[in-house]
């Protein structure tokens, strides 16, 4: 089963192809730029070397061509291009994949941040309007720092939430994040929890703030 990271060369692409990869995943980083993002996952191979593991299944192509090779397709791109790419490679999304949407639709107005308005109560349900019909997208590690996810010294210890429409998919995705190292992934329900999912990266990085701290992520007690 090969992940697509759509925008994988950015903080939280390269994160999430180094954990991926360090489970056993072969993961394909995708860039606007092909050259770049081949580089980027050669530097993500000798880091993942360097770290004493087997050689890792990581390459790095033009975002379209990763969407073509791809059984789970993850958009990490700034949320306000995603739509935008999802509309150019709509017609090479194919039934049976799985889009996994990591954004937060972040903006900071009158020097505070916070979420941008949209028509839907989510980006993750806004940019499922952009899928083919079908074709189920789940939110999942928008609460998961990046640079924590890029530092292999730390390990993740906490959960990472994953909800959508399709209790398949979502099965999927949780079966996938459960190999990685630290990370305990939580059903979380249907697509419209992706809203409180992005209210709480909110939360974590107002946390961190406040706190001078970097890495404040969400651990659940009692289940
Ligand atoms: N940073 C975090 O801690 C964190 C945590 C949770 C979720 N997220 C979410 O994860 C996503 C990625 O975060 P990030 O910090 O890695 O973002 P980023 O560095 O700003 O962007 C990631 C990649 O998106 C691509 N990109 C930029 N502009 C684009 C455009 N106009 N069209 C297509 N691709 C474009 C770039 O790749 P190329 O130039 O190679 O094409 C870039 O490397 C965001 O939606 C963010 O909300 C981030």
Same mark, same amino acid.
């Given at each position: ?29 995708? #860039?606007? @730029? ?5 580089? @980027? ?7 993942? @070397? ?13 975002? #379209?061509?990763?969407?073509?090779? /791809?059984?789970? +397709? &993850? ?8 739509? %935008?790419? +999802?509309? #150019? ?12 949407? *990591? ?14 308005? +949209?028509?839907?109560? $989510? ?11 079908? *074709?189920?997208?789940?939110?999942? &590690? ?9 530092? +292999? /010294? ?11 429409? /399709? ?10 994040? $459960?190999?990685?190292?630290?990370? #305990?992934?939580?059903?979380? %329900? ?34």
């Amino acid at each position: 089963m090969r992940i697509g990271i759509l925008g994988g060369t950015g903080p939280e692409g390269r994160g999430l192809a180094l954990r991926l990869s360090q489970a056993g995943c072969p993961v394909i980083i995708g #860039s606007r @730029k092909p050259d770049q993002a081949a580089l @980027k996952a050669e530097q993500l191979r000798l880091r993942l @070397k360097e770290m004493g593991g087997p050689a890792a299944d990581l390459a790095g192509l033009g975002n #379209s061509e990763v969407v073509e090779a /791809s059984d789970i +397709l &993850f958009i990490a791109t700034p949320f306000e291009h995603a739509a %935008g790419l +999802l509309e #150019s490679c709509r017609s090479r999304i194919r039934q049976g994949q799985i889009v996994v949407d *990591v954004t937060v639709p972040l903006q900071f107005r009158a020097k505070r941040l916070q979420l941008r308005e +949209l028509p839907e109560p $989510s980006a993750s349900e806004h940019l499922a309007g952009f899928l083919p019909e079908g *074709v189920p997208l789940v939110a999942a &590690f928008k609460t998961i720092p990046a640079h924590l996810l890029e530092d +292999l /010294s730390q390990r993740l210890d906490c959960h990472v939430f994953v909800c959508g429409d /399709s209790a398949e998919a979502r099965g999927r995705i949780v079966q996938v994040a $459960s190999a990685i190292e630290g990370l #305990s992934p939580l059903d979380v %329900g249907p697509l419209r929890q992706a809203a409180t999912l992005e209210r709480m990266t909110v939360l974590a990085i107002q946390i961190n703030k406040r706190h001078r701290v970097h890495h404040s992520r969400f651990r659940v007690v009692g289940l």
